[in-house]
């Protein structure tokens, strides 16, 4: 699922709005106690093999396809792009969605019902693969406060949207002062979106 861009925070009652991690995309493939990692290129990352091994454990019963993010994080929580990059560990999986579990195909379940059997799936803490909390209706205020923590910005999404690439309705809002974005050219990447009335 891509992410469109858009340059300001919104407030909406259909959407809802996540933290955006700084980190590697990926999607998770589980199945019965082995773990892979996928690339948004559609690559297979092989320089994380301690993680993998460890998602993998955290399933031992589950096969799954799950969206989310490779981050290092540090003491504070706050990921750690460039300490990502040279492969410092720990690193972890932040899950934000449930694409198919145990033979079901869920893309076409509202967002809202895919995130909660994520949670529902999702091991207890400490684990390497973490939940990507979220908040309804309120996309100023979060972004608000990502600006203030130094993070990535915010990413809004259609609360009952279906997982279709391509029509998207996930939205990526940035933090044009944010710290770790100094050097890199993808930073203001992606296609432009444009808000319905």
Same mark, same amino acid.
């Given at each position: 699922m891509p992410l469109a861009r858009l340059a300001m925070p919104f407030d909406h009652p259909d959407w809802l709005f996540e933290p955006k991690l700084d980190g590697f995309r990926a999607l998770l493939y589980i199945e019965n106690g082995?773990?892979?990692?996928l690339s948004r290129n559609g690559n297979w990352f092989k320089s994380f093999p301690d993680l993998t091994r460890a998602l993998g454990t955290c399933f031992p019963h589950t096969t799954a396809v799950l969206d989310g993010e490779v981050v290092r994080l540090g003491a504070d929580g706050k990921p750690l792009f460039y300490e990502l990059m040279r492969r410092r560990a720990p690193q972890h999986f932040y899950a934000f969605d449930l694409l198919w579990r145990n033979g079901e195909d869920l893309r076409t379940v509202p967002l809202l019902e895919r995130k909660d059997l994520l949670? $529902?799936?999702?091991?207890? #803490?400490p684990s390497p693969a973490l939940y990507v909390e979220h908040v309804a209706r309120s996309g100023v205020d979060l972004f608000q406060?990502? /600006? $203030? /923590?130094?993070?990535?910005g915010i990413v809004a999404k259609?609360?009952? @949207?279906l997982y279709t690439p391509d029509s998207t309705t996930w939205v990526k809002i940035k933090n044009r002062?944010?710290? #770790?974005?100094? @050097?890199?050219a993808d930073f203001f990447d992606g296609r432009s979106y444009k808000m319905s009335a």
């Open positions: 082995s773990a892979r990692l949670r $529902e799936m999702l091991p207890p #803490q406060a990502a /600006c $203030e /923590c130094d993070l990535e259609l609360a009952n @949207g002062n944010y710290t #770790q974005a100094e @050097g890199r």
